[in-house]
């Protein structure tokens, strides 16, 4: 997909699709790649929603000028959020426009100076406020902390389109359809949890108070700055955002592992091949070889987790602590776990393990598992027992 597409009445997705950037934020891996989804309203007043990252900055512009009624410029851009894979355009666009008003919150705007210094005009609006276009009118919604302070949303008064900026948004790119209607649902639901967990799930509760201030709003079309342009069934987005912002969970166990020689291994696949037995395959992560983007995403979703790794240097496996790191910053919560550990001369990695679960409160199913070597037939026993319980209480 090149060109622009038409969302709802002289509205157009001007955004871009970016195959080249392999990690976002320089940690998640992109394998579908991802989108930065700009909008045009052609009214009366032109008006820009969100811009793209500054290295995409050409086709972005080209798009704009397509659309863009003889003699005429851009009157505004919204920014429905300040971070650079959505404003680094826009110190250019505002010297190729330079009679376009910059429309944001009094926190956008503080960024904006920060990020870009002063040389906009600028408006500043808050929570409620009405931008009239002509025949659109622009309302704005305040929603802080999903996912920096400045966030906010834009709702079309006029069409119901809402630009929801990076809440309800998916890694992927849209060059195979823009719209719900026309992709791989399962696959972009995927690549939209993984989004979710690596960049918005530490503000959960942020995220369920701006859907609870949407739910009064007769959506159209939910469309946000990354992905999937949602126009058959906007309350989808809505729905799946909210489940994961709660932590609602599958009956499902993901076991996270790391083994060194494979003595760790083994104790794992007892664990894992006791909970298949039972009833509930588990999704089994090596930490060393899966990216955590992955782990934790499917971490997400599930109610139990067992973790299981050799002390590494009297502490935990290092992947393995990388991923304790992951799922603190995250805020996990309401979770069972179970351990399953291991060492030659020092332990480490049981203690390291339990004082997780305790500072995130989570619920340990016993028995803890910890074997000096390679373990016995009474430690893979123990491991056979930790699935039964974990299984039990699911
Ligand atoms: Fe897509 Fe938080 O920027």
Same mark, same amino acid.
Not at 96 to 112: A, E, R, S
Not at 330 to 337: A, E, M, S
Not at 355 to 361: K, T
């Given at each position: 997909m090149t060109g622009s597409f038409a969302l709802a009445r002289d509205t157009y997705w001007v955004g871009v699709n970016d195959h080249e950037t392999d990690l976002f934020e320089a940690l998640w891996p992109l394998p579908y790649g991802v989108s930065y989804n700009a909008y045009l309203i052609v009214d009366e007043k032109i008006t820009l929603i969100d811009a793209v990252k500054g290295h995409f900055l050409a086709e972005h512009l080209r798009k704009i000028r397509n659309l863009l009624p003889t003699g005429k410029s851009l009157d505004y851009l919204v920014i429905n959020h300040m971070e650079p894979d959505h404003t680094g355009a826009i110190d250019i666009l505002r010297s190729v426009f330079p009679q376009m008003t910059v429309v944001g919150n009094k926190k956008t705007l503080d960024m904006l100076n920060a990020f870009y210094g002063t040389g906009s005009t600028c408006l500043q609006v808050g929570d409620g406020d009405i931008l009239d276009l002509g025949s659109h009118k622009l309302q704005f919604h305040l929603t802080p902390m999903v996912h920096w302070p400045e966030t906010m949303m834009t709702f079309d008064t006029t069409t119901g389109v809402l630009f929801s900026g990076d809440a309800f948004g998916g890694f992927g790119t849209v060059d195979q359809g823009l719209f719900d209607d026309e992709i791989d649902l399962e696959l972009m639901k995927g690549e939209m949890l993984r989004y979710f967990t690596n960049i918005v799930a530490r503000y959960g509760q942020m995220v369920l108070k701006a859907i609870d201030k949407l739910q009064v709003l007769p959506l159209t079309v939910v469309a946000p700055t990354h992905g999937t342009v949602w126009r058959r069934?906007?309350?989808?987005?809505?729905?799946?955002?909210?489940?994961?912002?709660?932590?609602?969970?599958?009956?499902?166990? $993901? $076991?996270? /592992?790391?083994?060194? /020689?494979?003595?760790?291994?083994?104790?794992?696949?007892?664990?894992?091949?006791?909970?298949?037995?039972?009833?509930?395959?588990?999704?089994?992560?090596?930490?060393?070889?899966?990216?955590?983007? /992955?782990?934790?995403?499917?971490?997400?979703?599930?109610?139990?987790?067992?973790?299981?790794?050799?002390?590494?240097?009297?502490?935990?496996f290092p992947p393995m602590e990388s991923l304790l790191a992951f799922l603190e910053n995250k805020l996990l919560k309401d979770r069972l776990v179970g351990f399953i550990t291991s060492y030659a001369w020092a332990g480490g990695a049981r203690k390291a393990l339990e004082a997780f679960a305790q500072r995130l409160s989570l619920e340990v199913v016993p028995p803890v598992v910890e074997v000096k070597g390679a373990g016995t037939v009474q430690d893979l026993e123990q491991c056979v027992l930790l699935a039964s319980n974990m299984a039990q209480r699911l």
């Amino acid at each position: 997909m090149t060109g622009s597409f038409a969302l709802a009445r002289d509205t157009y997705w001007v955004g871009v699709n970016d195959h080249e950037t392999d990690l976002f934020e320089a940690l998640w891996p992109l394998p579908y790649g991802v989108s930065y989804n700009a909008y045009l309203i052609v009214d009366e007043k032109i008006t820009l929603i969100d811009a793209v990252k500054g290295h995409f900055l050409a086709e972005h512009l080209r798009k704009i000028r397509n659309l863009l009624p003889t003699g005429k410029s851009l009157d505004y851009l919204v920014i429905n959020h300040m971070e650079p894979d959505h404003t680094g355009a826009i110190d250019i666009l505002r010297s190729v426009f330079p009679q376009m008003t910059v429309v944001g919150n009094k926190k956008t705007l503080d960024m904006l100076n920060a990020f870009y210094g002063t040389g906009s005009t600028c408006l500043q609006v808050g929570d409620g406020d009405i931008l009239d276009l002509g025949s659109h009118k622009l309302q704005f919604h305040l929603t802080p902390m999903v996912h920096w302070p400045e966030t906010m949303m834009t709702f079309d008064t006029t069409t119901g389109v809402l630009f929801s900026g990076d809440a309800f948004g998916g890694f992927g790119t849209v060059d195979q359809g823009l719209f719900d209607d026309e992709i791989d649902l399962e696959l972009m639901k995927g690549e939209m949890l993984r989004y979710f967990t690596n960049i918005v799930a530490r503000y959960g509760q942020m995220v369920l108070k701006a859907i609870d201030k949407l739910q009064v709003l007769p959506l159209t079309v939910v469309a946000p700055t990354h992905g999937t342009v949602w126009r058959r069934d906007p309350s989808l987005p809505v729905s799946l955002y909210a489940r994961w912002s709660a932590q609602e969970c599958d009956p499902a166990v $993901v $076991v996270a /592992y790391g083994s060194m /020689y494979g003595n760790t291994y083994r104790l794992v696949q007892a664990a894992a091949r006791a909970l298949t037995e039972r009833g509930i395959t588990p999704t089994v992560h090596d930490v060393a070889r899966s990216h955590a983007s /992955y782990v934790v995403a499917d971490i997400w979703t599930s109610k139990g987790l067992i973790l299981a790794c050799p002390t590494y240097n009297t502490g935990l496996f290092p992947p393995m602590e990388s991923l304790l790191a992951f799922l603190e910053n995250k805020l996990l919560k309401d979770r069972l776990v179970g351990f399953i550990t291991s060492y030659a001369w020092a332990g480490g990695a049981r203690k390291a393990l339990e004082a997780f679960a305790q500072r995130l409160s989570l619920e340990v199913v016993p028995p803890v598992v910890e074997v000096k070597g390679a373990g016995t037939v009474q430690d893979l026993e123990q491991c056979v027992l930790l699935a039964s319980n974990m299984a039990q209480r699911l």
